[in-house]
């Protein structure tokens, strides 16, 4: 299994941005996948989940802001954010069970 993420760079402060993610694997459409992030200097944090049927569940910190979805046809999953905050600066990983993509660096400026 491998996982490819991208999508990110810098952005100001109400911005948006979408991330992808590349599933390499069998099953992709059974799975469920996740977005986690870290921001320098603090342990990593789950952003959001995806289940196999597109229900999705949000950190607070980003309800109503960011949202999952997938494309079972394409291997993919996306993490589009919007109404970015500073505070949003961080890596970004997909994950799948023990799985991480190599991450993304997300940068919004003030």
């Known amino acids: 299994v491998q996982l490819q993420a991208s999508g990110g760079g810098l952005v100001q402060a109400g911005g948006s941005l979408r991330l992808s993610c590349g599933f390499s694997?069998?099953?992709?459409?059974?799975?469920?996948m996740a977005w986690y992030r870290q921001a320098p200097g603090k342990q990593r944090e789950l952003v959001g989940v995806?289940?196999?049927?597109?229900?999705?569940n949000y950190a607070d910190s980003v309800k109503g802001r960011f949202t999952i979805s997938r494309d079972n046809a394409r291997n993919m999953v996306y993490l589009q954010m919007n109404s970015l905050k500073p505070e949003d600066t961080a890596v970004y990983y997909c994950?799948?069970?023990?799985?991480w993509g190599q991450g993304t660096l997300v940068t919004v400026s003030s």
């Open positions: 994950n799948m069970a023990e799985y």
């Open positions: 995806i289940t196999p049927r597109s229900s999705t």
């Open positions: 694997g069998n099953f992709f459409s059974s799975r469920t």
